[in-house]
T-cell receptor, first 110, second 117 residues
């Protein structure tokens, strides 16, 4: 079946710290992989995506590489800011339907 | 990019009443829309797939008579929570799949925070 396992939070970091949020998946076929971000009180926004193995998605300083051999899509950022505080969802899309992880809450303190 | 607008963003209703949530695709046509529910500190759970011109497809465990979905046009899908109870309080989000070069994406509405008192 299709599922996403995401690092549990909450995660609290100081400004300018390095961020990693782990995400692994199981899937049939060759899914596209996504990271969505949800800021407080808002809906989900696409942060980045990768559609095939070894692709690297990047946006706003965040990066994630589609690793088929380890079935992973870990999210990283070299230096987080207070404005990055949000909930991050890893997701896969093998067909038309999305499968989401449970979300990781990130709080960045000054 | 494509925009999906969801309304209202927040609603408080009394137990036993019904609430309608609208999801509109603003600059594209969506033959399919998805409705999700998000419990506190949990992920989005797909409730149903809304299909323009035909019946919605519900996920296992979702009550069709309680969560009425209508996809009357190519730009509008509605979710009506009927006879709402406090346990229906949740965050509801709709999404529409992208088309063409954006067919791997989904575009999400802003979500609706429903509180049943």
């Amino acid at each position: 079946g299709n599922s996403v396992t995401q690092m549990e939070g909450p995660v609290t970091l100081s400004e300018e710290a390095f961020l990693t949020i782990n995400c692994t998946y199981t899937a049939t076929g060759y899914p596209s992989l996504f990271w969505y971000v949800q800021y407080p009180g808002e809906g989900l926004q696409l942060l980045l995506k990768a559609t095939k193995a070894d692709d690297k998605g990047s946006n706003k300083g965040f990066e994630a590489t589609y690793r088929k051999e380890t079935t992973s899509f870990h999210l990283e950022k070299g230096s987080v800011q207070v404005s990055d505080s949000a909930v991050y969802f890893c997701a896969l899309k093998p067909g038309n339907q999305f499968y989401f992880g449970t979300g990781t809450s990130l709080t960045v303190i000054p | 990019g494509a925009v999906v607008s969801q309304h209202p963003s927040r609603v408080i209703c009394k137990s036993g009443t019904s609430v309608k949530i609208e999801c509109r695709s603003l600059d594209f046509q969506a033959t399919t829309m998805f409705w999700y529910r998000q419990f506190p500190k949990q992920s989005l759970m797909l409730m149903a797939t809304s299909n323009e011109g035909s019946k919605a497809t519900y996920e296992q465990g979702v009550e069709k008579d309680k969560f009425l979905i209508n996809h009357a046009s190519l730009t509008l899908s509605t979710l009506t929570v009927t006879s709402a109870h406090p346990e229906d309080s949740s965050f509801y989000i709709c999404s529409a799949p992208g088309r063409g070069s954006m067919n791997t994406e989904a575009f999400f509405g802003q979500g609706t925070r429903l509180t049943v008192v």
